[in-house]
């Protein structure tokens, strides 16, 4: 390596076979009390219905699980160990009082259909975080139900439709920016409306004059991510939702990149009538690997006889309560009410910070975005000169021409001690490189990871192999993708 | 804010470097008249210890140490430790989405561990690495027949937990699927007659759930038989994991959803739980959700990927098979090490001590009130019925720190005063010999003023 890093090194990482490849009959990591009711003959009550063999499930002890996993879970890269530049994922600090919150047992043992009479804790939290998110969204109703984000987002355009339809003209389109996530299209079309695409101007941001031409009557929504993918507010914000609004049609706005504006701007203020909120992005629940997640869905009072069953609300007796009495409502999303244990963290989270924390939060996250963008415009190429907000989108351009693309000096990063930042996203981009550092990160952290980047330029002059096959410090390298989809290996077998 | 690694002088070389003046001038693009002026009307900023005291407030008035014989979808089962102690490592914890593989591995082998344990308790041949949870997970199969079969309605049995039904409902209703609904007969089983008849050229699929909602175990042979013989799938749900440990999968059915609460997964008032979806492996390339293949490195060695990525959203955009993107990956590391933990005989007793103690408890009911659905096993739940309304039973449980059945009349108000009781390893002797003997009480006490107005009226 040309340039000695000064936050990685190698260290020892032990080799972990899979868990059933320790399994041997007789080893046990569990232990029952003694059945204090009578044995039952389980031929007797099942029959044919009886189990005889579960497979080829594993046989292993406690200590040999803990070091497995603890091995496993080594070979990760976490926000723990650093910076996480992910654009528009938004890793920040999982703040570790939300995890002991979440575990007191009358909330983490709380079954879904106890009695309302002692669920008053678990609903005051759904209340009082429901209560939050509002007023920092400017919104006037909300559901927690959704899952995930995307699940916020097939739960907002169900509102979207139900609400056209009561209106008795169904609409057939939604537009969609050509930097939207790809959550968008797909949610559109499983709730059944047709995708337009909606192209971007020069400066990145919604192309005014093509968004005039397209609106009308068939239009149901635009569904706007704001800021959006390159990290830039949408000035005309007001005029897209005078055109939308003006022809019938709702402004629907993907939350994803909230962590640029809390405290600072509200979606409800600037003509946003549906929007979805990740709480495992802007609100610190953990990501976990890949979730879970949670996708509260915010709106306008003009949805509010659609939302999901059921609805929270407030008692004539001061207690709460859940009302599944909503005839026009677009029906269940999910069993029971959510992800609930991150609605704890996420209200936890915002308790930790209140209006002050919050308002700086947003500041360091939109200042750390400006110094990376500071910092590498120069050595990278910045295809939008537009203002940056919380992220900010470079491309390959210049490394290109050396054969050197986006994922190669995504996968050098690793060596310097960094996650890679997202690669090739959004898609108006061509070798898109697109970097969110969050409020999490120290100048120490940010300036380690621009030394990182501008030295990964600079080899990418000097000897672009070394880029072109990284990472070189990891166990495992450049895997083959190719190989594992034509001829997909989905489980372990034994040998035969 | 303590989360906040800044100085007020790193800020300052921060905003000098960028060349503004102050912060504000980051947010000029943000038109001044949407710009908030003024704190948000949040609660102010709290310490730790307040924070931690307001959630045990909250969790006091949540009730607890209460006996549960609540189930529907939700068990309570032990959780052993290890889980917790694992999962909070913040490797697992705080880690993203697996897709830079490189530094990804130990999510991505513990999660092709996970399909594989799924897919040996299922009978599948391969299972994905998650859904949101139980109820959309069934929903999602069932659109993954649709695009298989090219057909457009399903065939849903009432005995599937209803709220299931509701999401599934509403999903259809925008794909334009028609929904048929399937009785139950006397057993709790799906009326395999009704079903016959329901099933058109046009049906996709069937869903059952499998133990159903009542704890019944249907019999799926049968089921797979009718629905295969007229050109549909089979979608069976399993909402309760543990039944795996001592029922035969329902290897006959073509997609099985399941919800895996059950395996080390609090009940946490109803979530995160974790879905999954298994099937076999002509049926993968249309199966929703994030999929871990075993592949090689350029050196030979074994590891991980994200793979068939082509049907997932962020590659197919509106032509995905599914828009979901965050699954419940930790979750399923829970699950995980539940059934690491338990292992190939451990599942098995603790099924059997489920299977014990709900025997036991519906004896004990049957001694003074009505268990229905007789003739068809069961799992860990039962419906007894009652002469009196079941919440004014659980109202007087509750004062002996117990939680009673689910009332049904919601859901099935055809069956009168029922309640589902559910049972699992964590229901003792005693707790259920007390909530037997307040349903006896009440059976008692309804008989004779029954008697003493029939005799009012004969004299």
Known sequence: MKHMTRKAT?????????????????????????LDVP????????????????????????????????????????????????????????????????????LANGHPYQPEKISQGALRIIKTLSDCLLEITGMDEITLQPAAGAHGELTGLLLVRAYHDSKGVPRKKVLIPDSAHGTNPATAATVGYAVEN????????????????????????????????????????HKIADILHAKGGLLYMDGANMNALVGKVRPGDFGVDVMHLNLHKTFSTPHGGGGPGSGPVAIKKVLEPFLPTPVLISKPDGTLGFDYDRPQSVGRVRAFYGNFGMFVRALAYILANGPDGLRQTTEDAVLNANYIRN????????????????????????QAKKGVRTMDIAKRLIDYGFHPYTTAFPLIVPGALMIEPTESESKEELDLFVEAMKAIAEEVEDDAEIVRTAPHSTRVARLDETAAARRPVLRWKPEA | MRYLPKSPTDREAMLKAIGAKSIDDLFAPIPAEYRLNRDLKVPRQMAESEIVDWFRERSRENGDGQAIFLGAGAYYHYRPVIIDSLILRGEFLTAYT??????????????FEFQTMISELTGMEVANASMYDGSTAAAEAVM???????????????????????????????????????????NGRLDLKALESAITSDTACVLVQSPNFFGTIEDVEAVAEIAHRKGAMLVVSIAEAISLGIIEPPRSADVIAMEAQSFGVPLGFGGPYCGVIATHEQYVRQMPGRLVGQTTDRSGKRGFVLTLATREQHIRREKATSNICTNQALIALMANIFMTVY?????????????AKTAYAAQQFGKHARVLFPGAPRFNEFVVQTSEDPYAINSRLLGHKIVGGLPLKKFYPELGNAALWCCTELSTRSAIDTAAGLVAESERSVRSAREETAEEVAR
């Open chain 1, 39 to 106: 044995e039952v003959d389980t031929n007797e009550l099942l029959g044919p219905l009886e189990r005889k063999h579960l497979g080829n499930m594993p046989e292993v002890s406690e200590i040999e699980i803990i070091r497995h996993f603890t091995r496993l879970s080594t070979w990760n890269y976490a926000i723990d160990l650093g910076m996480y530049p992910l654009g528009s994922c938004t890793m920040k600090y999982n703040p570790r009082v939300n995890e002991v919150v979440s575990r007191l047992d009358g």
């Open chain 2, 343 to 355: 292992g190939k005989i451990g599942l098995k007793e603790l099924a059997r001590q489920n299977l």
């Open chain 1, 10 to 34: 190698r260290h020892v990482s032990q080799n972990e076979g899979l868990i059933f490849e320790k399994s041997s009959p007789g080893k046990a990591a569990w232990k029952l009390p003694p």
């Open chain 1, 375 to 398: 910092g590498l415009e120069g050595p990278y190429d910045l295809p939008y000169a537009s203002a940056s907000m919380h992220e900010v989108v470079f491309s390959d351009k210049l």
């Open chain 2, 98 to 111: 697996p897709y830079q593989a490189e530094i990804s591995q130990g999510t991505l082998q513990s999660i």
């Open chain 2, 144 to 186: 993954m027949a649709v695009r298989l079969t090219g057909r457009r309605s399903v065939a849903v049995a009432r005995s599937v937990h209803p709220e299931y039904r509701e999401v599934l409902a509403t999903y259809a209703f925008h794909q334009g699927m028609p929904l048929a609904t399937v009785p139950f007969t006397e």
């Open chain 1, 198 to 237: 909606l192209k971007s101007n020069a400066s990145g941001m919604v192309d005014i004059a093509a968004l005039e031409a397209q609106m009308n009557e068939e239009v149901a929504a635009l569904m706007l991510t704001n800021p959006n993918t390159l990290g830039i507010f949408e000035q005309e914000i």
